[in-house]
């Protein structure tokens, strides 16, 4: 559960926060790896999401996100039902894209170093990867200081921004300021449909009561 403190604690550790961050990331990863190594137990999806993923979405401002992508005017139009519904599809996107590093592991990724930067109120926290099965590269989270401390907002894989590669095709969901209904519920579906496909395939017997498994 170490992510549970990585972003919200840093303020009250005694380390100066940077090295908070870092050192709680370090250790996250680390979690993960060992997760990654024990990919034949029958709840391996539930220990992931209880070990990894939970704690991540808990420093993670999904309504930052949602904000980024629509725009703000665009989210504040949502209704409740329709804003709940665009804030669970993204935690769920976010969480298959953890359980894709995690998965990735295996493969032999190693982590070269972590080194967060923090203003007064945005901050990055850049981790460097170095996977067989990719190029070199690094993962840069980026941190914005909210009431409830400093929470993930973005993330960029290399030279891919998640809110720059999808920001377009969310914002077309929107026509002269009006939410385009049948817009909306493609991209839902669309978006849903390849949570709950991917999630299908890592499930197994042993994985009762994990939230992401489809039924």
Do not use: H
């Not at 991540?56 to 980024?68: D, I, M, N, T």
């Not at 030279?159 to 939410?179: C, D, I, M, S, T």
Request: proline content about 5%; overall charge positive.
């Amino acid at each position: 559960m170490a992510l549970l403190v990585l972003l919200q604690g840093a303020q009250a550790a005694a380390a100066p926060p940077q090295q908070a961050i870092e050192a709680q990331f370090s250790r996250a990863w680390q979690q993960a790896e060992q997760l990654a190594a024990q990919r034949q137990r029958q709840d391996w999806v539930a220990a992931v999401e209880q070990q990894v993923v939970e704690p991540l979405l808990a420093v993670w401002s999904l309504p930052a996100l949602a904000e980024q992508l629509l725009g703000r005017e665009q989210l504040a139009a949502l209704s409740p039902a329709q804003r709940s519904e665009l804030l669970a599809m993204l935690g769920t996107t976010v969480a298959r894209y953890v359980f894709e590093v995690v998965e990735r592991l295996t493969a032999g990724a190693t982590l070269t170093g972590v080194q967060v930067a923090l203003g007064d109120v945005d901050g990055t926290l850049t981790a460097g990867v170095s996977p067989r099965w990719w190029w070199d590269t690094d993962v840069v989270f980026y941190l914005q200081r909210r009431q409830a401390g400093w929470q993930i907002i973005n993330l960029q894989v290399g030279p891919v921004n998640y809110v720059a590669a999808k920001q377009r095709r969310y914002r077309q969901l929107f026509k002269g300021g009006e939410l385009q209904p049948q817009r909306w519920a493609r991209l839902l579906a669309e978006r849903q449909e390849k949570n709950t496909r991917y999630f299908a395939g890592l499930c197994r017997p042993g994985d009762i009561g994990a939230r992401l498994c489809p039924g």
